[in-house]
């Protein structure tokens, strides 16, 4: 049987392939205030502002590429039961491979209904337009989890993160909650590999390889491990 490997994937990985860090200078992302197009009082507000913002978004990611990163993790699964929790919202994973993958934070690639949350559906392309509504009449937003928005996908990722054998983190500053917290659910005892440029802190986590690297680069070294300890 093969052993569980957990990865929790952050921004830095899909910065990569070309996709902005969410947070920027002043909290803005590519010019806009994050209240403005990413909580659900933005949305109350001003549905065509937040779908424009979002529309921009999704077009850089259909554009985008899987980099080096993504597929190692996905040639991680010859070897190894892998799971990817991710916070990005693209789909770089699945493109590059991975046959697993859970999205904490909602996919850009899906709309579902303001009113029907269970209503989920694929875009097709990158717009998504004031008018398109569900099968029960609601006008669609964003597959998204939006801040003040609860995680509905946490629960599932806790308990994926406790079942794992080994714990990648790769691309995350670990800043970002709760999905920081999840690689406090792994057993203390199960070797972790952390791999992002800024390394950071992780005081009070057992048994943990901090590589001060870029995920194509890092993920590399991680994976020449992996196979050495188990040929």
């Known amino acids: 049987m093969k052993k569980k490997l957990v990865v929790l994937s952050g921004a830095g ?55 080096r990163g993504h597929e190692i993790l996905a040639e991680l699964e010859d070897n190894f039961d892998v799971t990817v929790i991710t916070q990005n919202i693209d789909n770089l994973h699945e493109r590059a491979g991975s046959s697993n993958v859970v999205h904490l934070h909602g996919e850009i690639s899906k709309s579902r209904s303001s009113d029907h949350p269970e209503l989920i559906y694929d875009i097709d392309g990158w717009e998504l337009k004031l008018g398109d509504c569900c099968e029960r009449g609601a006008q669609l937003r964003p597959h998204i989890v939006w801040f003040g928005e609860a995680v509905p996908m946490i629960e599932r990722a806790a308990e994926i993160s406790s079942q794992a054998d080994i714990y990648i983190v790769v691309g995350t500053s ?18 972790k590999f952390l791999v992002d440029p800024g390394v950071p802190d992780t005081t009070g986590v057992q048994n943990i390889t901090a590589i001060a690297e870029k995920g194509s680069v890092g993920l590399e070294r991680v994976k020449k491990m992996l196979l050495e300890k188990e040929a």
């Not at 806009?32 to 999704?58: C, G, H, I, K, S």
């Not at 709760?178 to 406090?184: C, F, Y």
């Open 13 to 67: 990985i899909s910065a990569e392939s070309g996709i902005p860090v969410f947070r920027g200078a002043g909290g803005l992302w590519e010019g806009y205030n994050l209240e403005e197009v990413a909580t659900p009082e933005a949305w109350a507000r001003d549905q065509e502002l937040v779908l424009r913002f979002y529309n921009e978004r999704r077009k850089v990611a259909l554009e985008a590429q899987p980099n």
């Open 174 to 191: 670990l800043q970002v909650y709760p999905a920081a917290g999840l690689i406090n659910f792994a057993d203390e005892e199960i070797p």
